[in-house]
Every structure is written in structure tokens, then in C-alpha cells.
């Protein structure tokens, strides 16, 4: 669990099981539970200052980039300022964010370069490959998050 600009991030794992990702999830998928848990799935923009992107040589050594499997929950030690472990590497997460018919997916997976950490990826959202998994995060009660990081659908993708 980790705490970003008003908003609270929890792995929508736990109820699944503590030890491992949930994986293999589409984006519909992912956001019914998201709203069955009473969270949202982290805009691209939520889930870039989770990352804190631009502290990729202090995240990726120490994370599931490893080309072997999928890791347990924390079972890699990259874990970003705001105390969120497996942002990196591991599974990709799915955002809320679309562009035309297909939704974006960060992080990079284990069977991925590391360099995809950084790159977002569209992907259609129907799409349930086993690198594929889902966090959510939730507005802290009282707290007032800028409306273009928690509330914004759409984006275009970067060149």
C-alpha cells in the first residue's frame, strides 16, 4: 500500500490471494472489480507518479524482470518512494486511461525488457495474457486530488 498525492494505491490481489499478482485479467475485468471494491483503476497519470518514473535506475535492478515467471507480491525489492512494491517488471498493470478502442497498460512485465517500465503500452481491452494484471487505488477521504490526475479518461498517446 502506498499513498500518492491524496490517493491511496492497494493491489486488488489481496482478496485473491496474499501471496501472488492477479494476472491474466482483461481491462473489463479489472475495472468491475476495481468498482465491486469501491476503487477506481489508477489513470496513466496516477500511476506515473506512483512509479516516480524518473526513479527507473533506483526501481528496475531490484525488480521481476528476470525472464523466469511471475514473483509473489513483494517477493523483489523495487519498490517506489511511496512504498509500492512490483511497479516494475512482474505483471503490467492496467489505467483507466484509452486511447481510441484500446486501454493502456504500464509497468513492463517479467518476460519484458526493463526498459518497458517506462513505456505505455495500448492494448485492446479485451486482451487476458498471463502478464497482465491490476491495481487499484482509492481518494483518501478529505483529501482533494488536481481533477486531471484522478478523474481524466482519455489520452492521447505519446509520440
Not at 34 to 48: D, F, H, S, V
Not at 77 to 102: F, H, M, R, V
Not at 108 to 123: H, K, L, M, R
Request: proline share 7%.
Amino acid at each position: 500500500m502506498g499513498f500518492v498525492n491524496g490517493c491511496e494505491t492497494i493491489t486488488c490481489s489481496e482478496p485473491f490471494t496474499k501471496s501472488i499478482n492477479r494476472d491474466a485479467v482483461s481491462w473489463y475485468e479489472a475495472e468491475a472489480y476495481a468498482e465491486y471494491a469501491g476503487k477506481n483503476l489508477p489513470t496513466i497519470y496516477e500511476w506515473r507518479n506512483a512509479a516516480r518514473k524518473h526513479d527507473f535506475a533506483d526501481i528496475v535492478p531490484m525488480s521481476n524482470f528476470s525472464g523466469k515467471s511471475l514473483a509473489g507480491v513483494g517477493q523483489y525489492q523495487g519498490i517506489s518512494p511511496y512504498g509500492t512494491y512490483d511497479l516494475a517488471g512482474n505483471a503490467k498493470e492496467w489505467c483507466l486511461n484509452a486511447t481510441g478502442n484500446k486501454r493502456f497498460i504500464l509497468g513492463g512485465a517479467w518476460n519484458e525488457p526493463s526498459y518497458t517500465f517506462n513505456i505505455p503500452d495500448a492494448q485492446s481491452p479485451f486482451d487476458r495474457a498471463t502478464t497482465y494484471g491490476f491495481r487499484c487505488v482509492k481518494v483518501l477521504q478529505g483529501a482533494k486530488p488536481p481533477s486531471v490526475v484522478c478523474h481524466l479518461s482519455t489520452v492521447e498517446p505519446e509520440p
